[in-house]
């Protein structure tokens, strides 16, 4: 497994600061699209805005800043400019004079930069920085304001704020160039066009600091090599229990720290984090039982999911049950088990409060084969899932039946049917209590991925994906969906967007039935069939790492995986991957990166 070294070198608080104050006055950005990399936070996220008459006060405001803050941002763009730019010549020193020969000594250098294709920002000293910036402190229109001629809704030119021909002359000026050609004009123009972004017909230098910088953060990020996440072989086990069975999910259990993985049949192990060592085996009741046909047949499980606020553990079926195991000790039991569902529960997700201050309810969220989705809302979750009826006081374990639920479990429990967006089964689902919403997955291209207001009150975002969706990952910080599928392709997609995705990563040779966002690094990691992981970089938007897991049942077998075969557990740091009867743990590395945050500043 081949690694790449970095020289990526991390932010520190103080610039994280300074950041702040370099991005207060900067222009809008455009809405949602490509991703760019942010020192300091993008002026303008999503959306933007163009400067009018009715935002003079802000304008005004920004040129009043301090001195002290403007001498601040100065540092700080001074700062960058000698860490990014390659070749940067000494600042000048404090009481040197901006229109004297310091940015002349430098003039034969942009020239020659210039004439071999090198952009203007690129080829910019530290001295013409400075010299500009004094230019857009001491700045003055040079065409006075008439209200004669000014139309209601048109841009009022303030001090500080240059047209594209006083901007032309300050770097004429900085440069100490009078007579030009038409490269450097071109240039100039086109670096102009760049920072107004909105077409208002000014700038100012906040507009243009920010703009630098995250010009340089950019090619700073394309010259680096950026380190592989995994700085280590991973530990492949085998779960003998399985009897050859693949192993549906992975799941992990805190105090005491431990893995558990389910079966298709219902074996279940529990591992030991820490050396991933198999301490216990146990065997699901793996007969369902139909009490209106007395009939006894075998059931699959489907999906495993954790409920840490109980210590409990819910595990679903084909035998349209949902099974509840009390995990708080060292020796598991079935505590409950859910029957009579009206259709076979495909996935979950689970929503609940560790804070035993707060009361609120945990919210289990299901999607089944049906293409449907159930929410089962546990108000004393803490205490007890469900009532046990008095026949079954003495029972080690409860019957529940799903027709019951709205009365004889109306205490404890109440179920809420979603709208169905899909007409085939639901392959994921995740709920977002926060804002309401619900992203759901299936296989068709008429519903592949849905992003729901359950209370019906906003209109559905939906994905069209030929052949549908294996597995999707969701940012919300990063403004990001990425999903899988059986074409083989990763596709990055804006979370509100769903005409065209931001960019197709193509590698795997099978099909991807596994994805998750790295937020913290801005990596995406995708899993496919055929047990090979790619790590992706989401600005580069190319692959920076390629693992073959090589599990040693592949030599004779073909990969057989379940539902879920791809956890990652942030307390950990660490990711579980699945393939047949094989376990592999990859942990991230704890190197220190070069992490930046992205903003979303252009919609194509």
Request: glycine share 6%; hydrophobic share 35%.
């Amino acid at each position: 497994m081949e690694k790449r070294s970095s020289t990526l070198q991390p932010i520190d608080e103080d610039e994280d600061r300074r950041s702040s104050i370099v991005s207060g006055g900067a222009g809008g950005g455009g809405g949602a699209g490509l991703l760019t990399p942010n020192y300091a936070p993008h002026a303008g996220g999503g959306g933007g805005h163009s400067r009018s008459s009715t935002n003079l006060s802000s304008i005004k405001r920004e040129l009043a800043m301090s001195q002290d803050k403007r001498r601040e941002v100065l540092e700080y763009l001074e700062q960058q400019l000698t860490h990014i730019m390659s070749g940067a010549g000494k600042p000048p020193a404090s009481g040197q004079s901006m229109r004297s020969g310091g940015a002349r000594s430098e003039i034969s250098t942009l020239d020659v930069l210039i004439q071999g294709n090198e952009k203007i920002e690129d080829s910019m000293k530290l001295s013409h920085i400075r010299f500009l910036n004094l230019a857009f402190q001491n700045h003055t229109p040079w065409v006075p304001f008439d209200p004669l001629t000014y139309v209601e809704g048109d841009v009022v030119q303030e001090p500080g704020m240059m047209s594209p021909e006083e901007f032309r002359d300050a770097v004429l000026r900085a440069t100490g160039q009078h007579a030009i050609g038409d490269s450097l004009t071109n240039q100039i123009d086109e670096l102009f066009s760049k920072v107004d972004n909105k077409n208002v017909g000014y700038i100012d230098w906040y507009q243009l600091v920010t703009y630098l910088l995250q010009k340089y953060a950019e090619r700073d990020c394309k010259r680096d090599p950026v380190l592989s996440p995994f700085q280590s072989e991973p530990r492949v086990r085998l779960c003998k229990h399985n009897h050859q069975e693949t192993t549906v999910k992975a799941v992990y259990v805190r105090a005491p720290s431990r893995y558990i993985t389910f079966s298709k049949e219902g074996d279940f192990g529990v591992w030991d984090q820490a050396d991933l060592h198999l301490s216990k085996v146990y065997k699901m009741d793996n007969d369902g039982d139909d009490s209106q046909k007395k009939t006894i047949y075998k059931v699959w499980v489907m999906d495993v999911i954790v409920l840490p606020d109980c210590s409990k553990m819910a595990v679903s079926t084909t035998g349209r049950d949902i099974r509840f195991f009390d995990i708080s000790s060292t020796v598991f039991f079935e505590e409950f088990t859910l029957y009579g569902l009206p259709n076979v529960v495909t996935c979950f997700h689970y929503d609940c409060s560790m804070d035993y201050r707060v009361h609120m309810d945990s919210i289990l969220t299901v999607g089944d084969d049906g293409g449907c989705m159930y929410q089962y809302l546990f108000s004393q979750a803490r205490n007890k899932l469900f009532e046990k009826p008095p026949r079954q006081a003495k029972s080690a374990k409860t019957r529940v039946y799903f027709q019951d639920l709205r009365h004889l479990q109306a205490s404890t429990v109440k179920v809420k049917q979603l709208e169905r967006y899909h007409e085939e089964a639901v392959r994921h689902v995740r709920f977002y209590r926060d804002n309401e919403m619900i992203i759901s997955s299936s296989g068709t291209l008429e519903s592949s991925v849905v992003l729901a207001d359950v209370t019906r009150t906003r209109a559905p975002y939906i994905w069209h994906i030929d052949k549908g969706v294996e597995c999707f990952d969701l940012s919300r910080k990063l403004d990001l969906l990425v999903t899988g599928s059986v074409d083989h392709f990763v596709r990055l997609w804006n979370q509100y967007v769903t005409s065209k995705p931001l960019v197709v990563l193509k590698g795997h040779n099978t099909t991807v039935v596994g994805v998750h966002i790295l937020e913290h690094l801005h990596m995406v990691v995708s899993y496919s069939e055929d047990a090979i992981v790619r790590v992706w970089h989401i600005v580069e938007q190319t692959c920076i790492d390629t693992i073959d897991l090589r599990f040693p049942c592949l030599l004779n077998r073909a990969p057989e995986h379940g539902s879920h075969p791809l956890s990652y557990f942030p307390n950990l740091n660490c990711i579980l991957l699945t393939c047949n009867d094989y376990l592999a743990e990859m942990k991230l590395g704890t190197f220190t990166s070069f992490i930046i945050d992205y903003t979303v500043t252009h919609t194509s």
